[in-house]
Structure formats: C-alpha cells, structure tokens
C-alpha cells in the first residue's frame, strides 16, 4: 500500500513511498493533521544518495512494528533536503544549537505549529554506543507530549525565540579590500596541510571554492604560494582515491586525510566546481594533468548524470550491489588484487596493482583497495596504462551500477553549464557547450515556464512544487553569464538579468543583506539566510558574484550597489572563516580587479574571443559578436568598430578603457594570459 509520497517528483520521497509509515510531504495538511490528532509531527530530513538515511529506513522505516507506532503516536512528514533546502537549513541550525553537531539523516520531533523541540540525526533500531535507539526515543517524546506538554512548549519556545534572535552580522559598511583577502590568505595557509594538500584534517573535502579563491588571488597578486596551494591541492586529489581513476569524476569527500578512501557517492555539485577549477588551473599553469581531469569529469558528467531531458541529475549512490548481492557502499568501484587478475592476466594485474595501489590487505573493507595513483612508480608506459583503465572500465561497467538520483536541480545545473561551457571553450570541445546549452535550455523550459519565477526541482521533464531559493536563482544567473560569454549569445545575458532582477525585488533586506527564501515564499520559524559556502557557493555569494559580472556586462549602478552590499558579509567572514566563504572571496577578487570588461568586435569562437576567454583576470567578462546586430545583444559591444577592418578587442575597468588591440598577443598580456 503506498502512502502520500507516491504523487510526489523526488527520488528521495519516492524510496519511501511504500514504506509501512504514513508519511506526509512537508505541507499546511501535515500540521493541520497533527493539530487534529494533537499528536507531534516526526520531521524526517534527508537525501537520495544519503548512505545511513538507506540504513536508518532499512532498519526502522520498513518495520511494521515500528511504523506502527508511528503512525498511531506522531504525523510523520519526509523532506528531500534537496528539493527543500530552506527547511532542512532552518531545523539543521537548531540540531546544531542543541547538540553541537548536525547531519543526515536528521530527525526531529515539532509541534503543530512547526517549533521543534527534540533532535537527533540517526538513530538505531538498538541502544548503541550510547545513542538511545529509535523505540526508545519514539516512546521518550510520546511520553513527554503527553505528560510534560507545558515543558515541550516552553522549550519549543525557548529554541524558536532562540533562533530568531541569532541576527545575522552582516559585516558592517564596505566590501573586502586588500587587507580582509591578505588576512584570508594567511588563514587558509595556516590550515593547509603541507603533506597531503587540502585544508584541515579527516574527513577532508574537495576545497573548489577556496581554489578558485586562490587562483584568482594568483592571477591578480602573483603570490606563488597561493597558485603552489592550489596546484598542489588539485594534484593530490587528482591522484587519490577521491577521483574515479577509471571512469571520472570526483567522490563527495575524502574520510582519510590523504584523499585515499572516499564516501563514494558523486554529486553534480562537486564535480561541477571541480571541472571549472582544473580548467581554471589548467589556464593558470598549462598543467597537462589538470587538463585531464577537467575533459575527463566533463565527460563523467555527460555520460552519467545527463538527463533524456538534457539537464543533469543530482548524484550517483554511494551504495551498489557487490557480488554476493549485498547493497554494501563502495561495491562498484573498488578492486581486489583476485580481480584485477581475472580481468587482466598476472602480468598486467601486477602493473596495474602498482600502479593503482592496489594492494593484497587492501585500502578499504574487506581486502578491497580503491584504486588511486601512486606516484612512486616511476616512468610508465602510457599505452599501457591507457588498455589496462580500459579492460578495468569495462569489466566495471558489468557490475550492478549505482542507484542515480535522477531531479534536476537548478542551482547545481547552474554550476555544470558554467563548468561545462568554460572547458569545451577552452579545449575546442563544442559538445560540451552544446550539452551546456541543452541544459539552459531545459531550465529556461521547464524550471521559468510559464511562472516566470524559478523552480528549485524538475524530473522527468516535469517541474517539481517548490520554489527555487537564493542559490537557484544566484548559479543558474552564473551558469547562463558563462554561457553568454562563450557563445555570444545575448539571449543568456537577458535570462541573468531577469533572474537577477528577482533577486533585488525579492531576496534582498537592509544594507546589502540576503535571505534565502523570497520576500513572497512561505514562512518558516526562521527566515533562512546563510551566507557560508559549504559544499556549494551560498545563495549569498553565488548572487553576489553573479550581480557584479552583469553589472560590468550591462553598466547597471543598481546591480554593482546590490553586489557590493552583499559582499560586506565577506569582509566580516574572510579573514575569521576563509575556508567557508571560499567563493565570496573569489568573488572579491573579481571586485579588486574591476572586474574588467571585455568586449570583442569580431567572430565568435575566433582567435581574439578565445584569447579573452583564456585571460585570467579574476572575474573578467566577456562579450563577442561582429556586425550591427552585436550592440543589441551585448551593451559592451555598442559603438565598439573594427579597427582597420580587424576583428579588434576593448579592455576596461572602473570607468577606463585601454587603446583597442587586433593583436591577440597583446591582449593576453592586458588579461594576465
């Protein structure tokens, strides 16, 4: 018998719809329910690809025993952190308050009016390590509902009253300037992990932004050891077990400090940001490595998360069969010396083993090594290395595939055309732009439809319920911005600029500050505004970014003000967090530079356009286009003739032009190229 979550888009809920518990979406209906019934509602937070939200409803959800209880004593209701992030942020920062750490799967116990008033993340079916299991806890605020209801209410209150009065600071007057990123700087130094690359210790995260930071700090300052970071970041994970050494494309995080072991789901948001980065990389210092790892994730994203829609989709599961049948995390992509010898012969099996670190007690659980590059290997025949990764992909390509977490969504789209525009530009690779302009379009399509204002979701080609949030609105403006620049497609810049126009009418309070959620979404017991970056740029800072780079587009007062007011956050954060506000840093690079504006009077795809784009100024924009019409798509390009007939490149900043160039050399050398 399934349950309400069978009528809804998410692959997440959709997992759950034929569990014995009789869950509700987040909706009005739930808590109308629960007040009813005046029971709690049992808040269950969490996502698709999540490793112990599959565990937590393996062991308690698909109990009949304890949906039992469930249903008599609670309103259960189940989010997709992912479709809602607004209400995962909103309850995540209130189990933070309380317990000090956070997590998925993430349970909380709430009143009928939404207030929370018991937390936890995951919970055993058995006491464990001192973690009550999830009966007991069950029966614990059962009890407390029904016998200690004024002690619920008050603490119930007490959390909310709590929350709204944790005001953000939003940095005061003024944007970051040359002392706020040198203090950064030293900060993400004092973190960096000389040995290994990265930044802190176990578990270790794909540091994207905060290299994104560093590079443009390079291009702009020439410090070599912000760009000696960055390389050596970028290299380590490039040779560990985070990067698939066969198939592409990064894991979600490290859980060693050495980048060797990961947590195996693949999420489109890190391998967005990690293309763009070793393209941006590449462009810094010509590293044939980078290069690689750029087309090769790419090309992981094309061939795995693409949609029949032509957008992409949200994540590869962490969990797969493994050969006995058992639905273990790691299954598909780690190896055994045994099997390498089945796929290979010994001789092979024996280079491949040394090569990729595969050794007989293995690098992970039982006997398994995740294949990683060793480095110590010496010079190796690269044809060689070349038909053992085949054999090895295509023997992996046998075993039962990861379950794919097939929404769209529109922020971390945002990210991938961005990514995927920039590398096919960059590596005369035009189906990447095209699959990038594919995506746009899906967006434009199906997530703006007829509503004008952007959906957060869509699958199968249908548009989820719920309302995009800051992020959606701050990526998919950042995604269309690179698009425009690298197809001299006016059209795109027109998109950004009515998504940002949103921006300012509906996400925007006093003195440059940001929320989340529009003026006009529906209210939560928080309005949620976080302008860190974690796993992906803010909402805060992506809308920053992409504000400044339309405004040095369009010349727009309105635009650069709004940008300005939101990067005061950053220079409160910046030199206190770098490593969590890594993209607002990026982004006051770009301010610190101009950014400058280029425009090109000449063929799109032509030498001048493609040395504009491989300059790398922080945060540079450009536009290309010939004839009469290109003033139309592009204000930059207005009253801007070929010189000589020459297709012909403007540079300005802060209100000054340079002379204008035919010479392609000489305008790598105005861009820092």
Known sequence: MANRLAQTTSPYLLQHADNPVDWWPWSPEAFEEARKRDVPVLLSVGYASCHWCHVMAHESFEDDDTAAYLNTHFVPVKVDREERPDVDAVYMEAVQAATGHGGW?????????????????????????????????????????????????????????????????????????????????????REYDEQHGGFGGAPKFPPAMAVEFLLRHYARTGAEGALQMAADTCAAMARGGIYDQLGGGFARYSVDREWIVPHFEKMLYDNALLCRVYAHLWRATGSDEARRIALETADFMVRELRTAEGGFASALDADSEDAE????????????????????????????????????????????????????????DAARVAGVRARLLAARDERPHPGRDDKVVAAWNGLAIAALAETGAYFDRPDLVERATEAADLLVRVHLG??????????????????????????????????????????????????????????????????????????????????????????????????????????????RT???????????????????????????EALLDGPREVAVAGPVGGELHRTALLGRAPGAVVAAGEGAGAGAEFPLLVDRPLVGGEPTAYVCRHFVCDAPTTDAGELAAKLGG
Request: aromatic letters at 10%.
């Open 325 to 380: 049948g058992r639905h273990v995390e790691g299954a598909f992509y780690v190896w055994t010396p045994e099997q390498l010898r089945e796929v290979l012969g010994e001789d092979d099996a024996a280079f491949a083993a040394a090569y990729f670190g595969v050794t007989e007690e293995g690098t992970f659980e039982e006997g398994a090594s995740v294949l990683r590059l060793r480095g110590d290997t010496g010079p190796v």
């Open 562 to 588: 709004a940008a300005e007011g939101a990067l005061g956050v950053v220079k409160a954060l910046g030199p206190r967090v770098p490593r969590f506000v890594g993209w607002g840093l990026a982004v006051a």
């Open 105 to 189: 799967p993430m349970t909380v116990f709430l009143t009928p009016d939404a207030e929370p008033f018991y937390f936890g993340t995951y919970f055993p079916p058995e006491p464990r390590h001192g973690s009550p299991s999830f009966q007991q806890v069950l029966e614990g605020v059962t009890t407390a509902w029904t016998d200690r209801r004024e002690e619920v209410a008050e603490v119930a209150g007490r959390i909310v009253a709590d929350l709204a009065g944790r005001s953000l600071v939003h940095g005061g007057d003024g944007v970051p300037g040359e002392s706020e990123v040198a203090q950064a700087l030293l900060g993400l130094t």
């Open 450 to 559: 007829e509503v004008a204002r952007l959906t957060r979701t869509s699958k199968d080609g249908r548009a989820g319920d719920n309302a995009g949030v800051l992020e959606d609105y701050g990526d998919v403006a950042e995604g269309f911005l690179a698009l425009a620049a690298v197809t001299g497609e006016g059209a795109w810049l027109e998109f950004a600029g009515f998504l940002l126009d949103i921006v300012l009418e509906q996400f925007t309070g006093e003195g440059g500050q940001l929320y989340d959620t529009a003026h006009d979404a529906e209210q939560l017991i928080r309005r949620p505004q976080d302008p860190t970056d974690s796993a992906t740029p803010s909402g805060w800072t992506a809308a920053a970014g992409a504000l400044l780079s339309y405004a040095a587009y369009t010349g727009s007062e309105a635009h």
